[in-house]
């Protein structure tokens, strides 16, 4: 399948999701908070139990603001009459697709951002409805996403080490080992066990 059509079917799903709410980004929230909370350091001035109940305040604030007890509405707007269902039974392949132009791998980067953005679109929107399998799915999709970017980061970041660290190793003449044929594979050594009898 060509990127173009990956990039417009993920945009298609966006649409049909329709919820491009700031609820889409609130696992990407989470995750950022869950950073600055652990470079601060785990020292707090206020007890586990202060925090869970100013945590619930909070919500339960943030609840009356909105003025639906879901405490979804996210400040918007709402037009019910332009949303599109969406049933599990078509969310199902949907979510498949998404999935696999998130984490192939060998989809380009134009084709991961647009699914990580239609994966974001959904969440919203089941979160809003309260679809609990789409929900799941979503989710899982993210995690796995922001996972995936995450390894990406760190194996880009030792590569350019390996790289910068190959290129002085080899301005050396000299070499610890031994010189062999390049394209011998070298063996490693099993360590010796030692037989003890009674």
């Known amino acids: ?4 059509s990956k990039v417009d079917a993920c ?15 609130e696992l990407d929230e989470k995750d950022l ?30 609840m009356r603001v909105n003025g639906d007890n879901s ?3 996210c400040n918007d707007e709402e037009v019910k009459e332009a949303r599109v ?4 039974e078509l969310l199902q392949p949907v979510m498949r697709v998404l999935g696999h132009c998130l984490l192939a791998p060998l989809n380009p980067p134009e084709v991961r951002d647009a699914a990580a ?12 409805d309260l679809v609990p399998q789409a929900i799941l799915a979503a989710r899982s999709l993210i995690e796995l996403d922001k996972s995936a ?30 010189s062999s044929k390049p394209n011998t594979p070298r063996k490693q050594r099993k360590p010796d066990m030692l037989l003890v009898s009674k």
């Open 85 to 88: 269902p969406l049933p599990w």
């Open 149 to 178: 970017r995450k390894a990406a980061k760190a194996a880009a970041a030792v590569a350019s080490g390996a790289v910068v660290a190959a290129g002085t190793a080899g301005s050396t003449a000299s070499s610890s080992r031994p």
């Open 33 to 62: 908070e869950e950073e600055e909370g652990d470079s601060l350091g785990s020292v707090s001035p206020m007890s586990s139990e202060a925090e869970n109940g100013k945590e619930l305040e909070d919500e339960l604030a943030r």
């Open 117 to 128: 953005e239609a994966v974001r679109v959904v969440y919203a929107r089941a979160c809003h």
């Open 11 to 25: 945009d298609a799903v966006a649409a049909w999701a329709g919820q491009y709410c700031k609820c889409r980004f």
């Open 71 to 73: 405490g979804r509405n």
């Open 1 to 4: 399948m060509p990127v173009a």
